[in-house]
C-alpha cells in the first residue's frame, strides 16, 4: 500500500514537472519569436495577407466581378479606381484582395494536407520496415517529376476548380513532406527511451503518435511554411497558364495572364499583382526562416 502510495506521488510530481517545463518552454519560444526580426517581419507580411483574405468583401472598394466597359484601361488614379481597371473596366484593386483570398485558401489548405498525410508516410515507412522501401519508391517517382509538370498533368486530369487545385498541390508536396517526416523519425526513433517504451509493452500506435510525432513537428512545421510559400506561387502559375483557378473568379494569377496580353497599354495590370504574389512569397519565406530558427536553432 506504501509503495503504491509513493509511486502515484512519484508521477504526479513528474505530471506537474513535466507541465512546468512545457510552459517554460511555451515562454522560451515566444521570447526567441519577438526577438528574431525575421520571424516578426514575415509574419507581419502573413498576418496582412491573410486579413485581406478573410475581410476581403469588407476592404475591397468594389466588386470585382463588377464590369464597367466604359471605364476599361482606366489609369491608377482616375475615375475612382486607385489601381486601375482591367479590359473590363473591373477594378483592379478588388480584384488582387480577392486574388488573396484564393491564394490564402490555396496555401494553408495544401499545406496543412501535405503535413498531415506527409506525416502519415513518413512516420509509418520509418516505423515499419516492410512497407519502407514501397512507400518511398512511391515518392520517388513522383519527386522525379518537376512540381510545376506534376501540378499541370493533375489539373489536366481533374479539371479547373478551387478544390482540384488544393488536391493537386497536396499531392505534389507529400512526398517531400514525408521525407522530411521519415528522416526526422528516424533520429527520435533510435533514442533510448523508446526501446524503453517498446520493452514495456507500449503500443506501436502509442509510440508513433504519443512520442515520436510530437518531437518532428518542429521540422515538419518549417517544411509546411515553405510549402504554403510555394503553393502560392505554383497556384499562380497554374492560373496564369490557365490550367488553375478559372476565370472569372479573381486570382493573381490569372491577373497577370490578362495583363501579359496588354502590357504595353496597361502595366498596372502586370506590375501591382506581380508585386502582391512577391510580397506574399517573400513573406512566407522570411518567416519560415525564422521559425526554422525559432524550433530548431541547431540548422541556423
Not at 485558401?105 to 501535405?114: F, K
Not at 517504451?197 to 510525432?213: D, E, K, M, T, V
Not at 504595353?264 to 526562416?289: R, S
Request: glycine share 8%.
Amino acid at each position: 500500500m506504501m509503495r503504491s502510495t509513493l509511486s502515484s506521488d512519484n508521477s504526479s510530481r513528474l505530471s506537474v514537472r513535466r507541465r512546468e517545463l512545457l510552459r517554460e518552454q511555451r515562454l522560451l519560444n515566444i521570447r526567441r519569436f519577438f526577438r528574431n526580426g525575421h520571424a516578426v517581419a514575415g509574419a507581419l507580411i502573413v498576418l496582412i495577407m491573410i486579413l485581406l483574405a478573410v475581410f476581403a468583401p469588407l476592404l475591397a472598394p468594389a466588386d470585382p466581378l463588377a464590369q464597367t466597359v466604359v471605364n476599361r484601361f482606366a489609369k491608377p488614379g482616375t475615375a475612382g479606381y486607385l489601381l486601375g481597371a482591367d479590359k473590363l473596366g473591373r477594378d483592379l484593386l478588388s480584384r488582387i484582395i480577392y486574388g488573396a483570398r484564393v491564394s490564402m485558401i490555396v496555401g494553408v489548405s495544401s499545406s496543412l494536407c501535405s503535413m498531415l498525410f506527409g506525416m502519415i508516410i513518413g512516420l509509418y515507412a520509418c516505423y515499419y520496415k516492410a512497407i519502407d522501401n514501397i512507400l518511398m519508391r512511391i515518392c520517388d517517382g513522383l519527386s522525379a517529376i518537376p512540381s510545376i509538370l506534376l501540378a499541370i498533368a493533375l489539373m489536366a486530369v481533374l479539371g479547373q476548380s478551387l478544390f482540384n487545385v488544393i488536391l493537386a498541390l497536396s499531392i505534389v508536396y507529400i512526398p517531400r513532406m514525408a521525407r522530411i517526416s521519415r528522416s526526422a523519425a528516424f533520429v527520435v526513433k533510435e533514442q533510448t527511451y523508446i526501446e524503453a517504451l517498446r520493452s514495456q509493452g507500449a503500443s506501436s500506435f502509442r509510440i508513433i503518435w504519443r512520442h515520436i510525432a510530437p518531437n518532428i513537428l518542429p521540422a515538419v512545421v518549417v517544411q509546411a511554411s515553405y510549402n504554403f510559400a510555394d503553393a502560392i506561387i505554383t497556384e499562380a502559375s497554374l492560373s496564369f497558364l490557365g490550367v488553375g483557378v478559372p476565370a472569372p473568379q479573381p486570382s493573381w494569377g490569372n491577373i497577370l495572364s490578362e495583363g501579359r496580353e496588354v502590357i504595353t497599354k496597361a502595366w498596372w495590370m502586370v506590375v501591382y499583382p506581380g508585386i502582391a504574389t512577391a510580397l506574399a512569397v517573400m513573406g512566407t519565406n522570411i518567416f519560415g526562416d525564422g521559425l526554422r530558427d525559432i524550433l530548431d536553432p541547431h540548422t541556423s
